[in-house]
């Protein structure tokens, strides 16, 4: 899903940019006003960055110079909020394009636009709104599956945007709608886990 350099037009970066821009802005203060970056979430927010930064590291190409592969988004926003999930994905996606040229620079706001935003606030919502009525497994399930998928059509609309096509949609969006099935099976059994283990952590 990491969109490389040369992909994208001119205004397409810079408005993504600026929207990352604002997102990481609100984080970074909701973060300070809220004092949410305690002791014990640091120890959270870098374990969960290493796996996070992993499990991406795995990657299938798909047609149209991007990839596919799990994200991770929307367990950060579960576990860690969405304001600390944002910073999270941010700070994973910004190591891996300027360390392992994953993703390139002139497409950074954009990938951080659908995999460090759109999929952590899709599935904190999704999980938030799902959990009072079913078990936390199913929650993480539906959310994980609806995170990837949102952070794919949203990748997908970028690259349509600069192509003036509606293809990287469709192939985005297909594929990342089958592959959501496994990110949310992962995101399920984590935050079931968690619930069981260490219900404090799943606490905003």
Avoid at 75 to 83: E, R, Y
Avoid at 142 to 149: E, N
Avoid at 160 to 186: D, N, T
């Amino acid at each position: 899903m990491h969109i490389p350099d040369g992909f994208l037009t001119l205004p397409v970066a810079l408005i993504s940019l600026a929207i990352s821009s604002v997102f990481i802005a609100l984080s970074i203060r909701k973060i300070r006003n809220e004092n949410l970056l305690t002791s014990d979430r640091i120890s959270i927010l870098t374990s969960l960055s290493a796996g996070i930064f992993v499990a991406q590291m795995i990657a299938w190409p798909l047609p149209g110079g991007t990839s596919l592969h799990l994200v991770g988004g929307g367990l950060a926003g579960i576990v860690m909020g969405p304001w600390l999930g944002i910073i999270t994905m941010s700070l994973v996606l910004l190591i891996q394009c300027l360390l392992f040229h994953d993703g390139g620079i002139t497409a950074i706001g954009a990938n951080i636009l659908s995999m460090g935003i759109i999929s952590v606030l899709t599935g904190y919502t999704i999980y938030r709104l799902l959990r009072r009525f079913t078990k936390h497994f199913i929650a993480g399930v539906i959310a994980g599956w609806l995170s990837l998928t949102s952070a794919g059509i949203v990748s997908g609309t970028i690259l349509g945007a600069s192509w003036s096509s509606y293809l990287p949609i469709y192939i985005m969006g297909v594929w990342h709608i089958a592959l959501g099935i496994i990110e949310g099976m992962i995101t399920g059994s984590v935050i079931s886990y968690l619930n069981v283990k260490a219900k404090n952590v799943l606490r905003w």
